[in-house]
């Protein structure tokens, strides 16, 4: 019997196989890339709804008090006086202070030609600032911790960090004129304030630096002068 000759099987050659490799590494190359770009889109959105977050944070613990200061303030002994609340020498483009009487209480304990009667209790006499060394927007109150039955100590407190910057611009009203105008420091015909609180994000690996977030709010100041005229 003659020996049936077996039949050779060929495998691929040096060459497919380099070929094969140089496809698969691409088609890796191109998956790797866009998950990267996709887990950067997503870190890069994760950190924008913290910053907004923290903005807004702040935005709304400072709007309240700055809309509802001047209340409580007097010209006299008994006449209240309609004042939008805000200390003009100490107030500027990056800093605010306000004051108010929320107590409506109390002796005319300030000197004479001022507009305040008692403003030592917590929360009558506020100054909101950007604190450039902790990168937060800080709140200093000179009576905001009671050391003693009814005496009360400074208190400095942050209303929000990773913040880097708030901004405040004035509006006023001169006289029965509804149409303002913006200046960086504040005047006794102010009527409303707007608040910017500004925040650079972090680097995220594959998006552009130095991303930031800008959050504004309009505060109306309910005890200005022009306010009080609208009703």
């Known amino acids: 019997m003659k020996k049936q000759r077996a039949k050779s099987q060929a495998g ?12 698969m590494l691409t088609l890796l190359g191109i998956v790797s890339s866009v998950m990267s770009r996709t887990l950067g889109i997503r870190s890069r959105e994760s950190r924008k709804t913290d910053a907004l977050t923290s903005a807004q944070a702040a935005l709304n613990v400072i709007s309240r008090e700055v809309g509802n200061t001047g209340f409580g303030i007097y010209d006299g002994d008994s006449t209240l006086l309609s004042s939008n609340g805000i200390i003009l020498a100490d107030s500027d483009a990056n800093k605010i202070r306000i004051r108010s009487n929320y107590l409506n209480t109390g002796p005319r304990t300030a000197p004479a030609g001022s507009t305040v009667v008692s403003t030592n209790q917590p929360g009558e006499d506020v100054t909101y600032f950007f604190d450039d060394a902790t990168n937060s927007i800080v709140r200093y109150d000179p009576y905001g911790i009671e050391t003693s039955p009814g005496v009360y100590g400074p208190q400095t407190s942050v209303v929000v960090n990773r913040i880097s910057n708030v901004v405040f ?3 006023n009203y001169a006289g029965a004129n509804s149409t303002p105008t913006e200046t960086d420091v504040p005047t006794a015909d102010t009527g409303r304030v707007r608040i910017t609180v500004a925040v650079n994000m972090d680097p995220v690996v594959g998006q552009p630096d130095n991303q930031q977030v800008r959050f504004s709010t309009d505060v109306t100041l309910r005890n200005s002068n ?6």
């Open 12 to 23: 691929f050659s040096l060459i497919e196989l380099a070929v094969a490799m140089v496809i």
């Open 169 to 171: 611009k004035y509006y």
């Open 226 to 231: 022009y306010m009080l005229r609208q009703y």
